[in-house]
């Protein structure tokens, strides 16, 4: 089941409660305040193994712009639980917006882009930067950024004006 209310033919989850059909038992995902703004579900298929499912959460829990509310505006941090809702683990930095993402099976890893606010005005525009960040599937923590501060300086470098 899942709370929601509707935002411009939009819809988003403020929670969302798993129940397990074998005991009855119920839980929810959040014990906060938040916005779920999406969530996708994720198979890692290993050879020789069963395979892994994971839900990948694009969750608003903080209002990075300051305005006194919750909404697209702010970072959306990304999550992973496992498929019952437990383990529930932040994957993406604070202050940054999921773009996009792709599961890569070979390497049992999620890579993520994401939008940082990058000049601090605490708004995230097409001035900020993009990066991408890796996450390993099997140790799910805040992933790492790809492009390195050197790298990024080198490629700004050699960009024609």
Not at 97 to 121: E, H
């Amino acid at each position: 089941r899942l709370y929601s209310y509707e935002n411009r033919h939009n819809y988003y989850y403020n929670n969302i409660i798993f129940y397990r059909k074998k005991d009855g038992k119920t839980n929810i995902l959040l014990n906060k305040k938040a916005i779920i703004n999406g969530f996708d579900l994720l198979e890692e298929k290993k050879a020789g193994k069963s395979s892994s499912r994971y839900w990948l959460y694009q969750i608003i829990d903080s209002d990075t712009n300051g305005d006194q509310k919750l909404d697209t505006q702010d970072a959306k941090i990304g999550y992973l639980s496992d498929l019952s809702g437990n383990n529930l683990q932040q994957i993406t930095p604070n202050n940054s917006q999921i773009l996009n993402w792709t599961l890569v099976q070979s390497a049992g890893t999620i890579f993520i882009k994401i939008l940082k606010d990058s000049d601090n005005d605490r708004k995230f525009t097409q001035k900020d930067e993009t990066n991408f960040i890796r996450v390993n599937l099997d140790k799910p923590v805040i992933g790492s950024e790809i492009i390195s501060d050197e790298i990024e300086q080198k490629i700004k470098s050699l960009l024609v004006k």
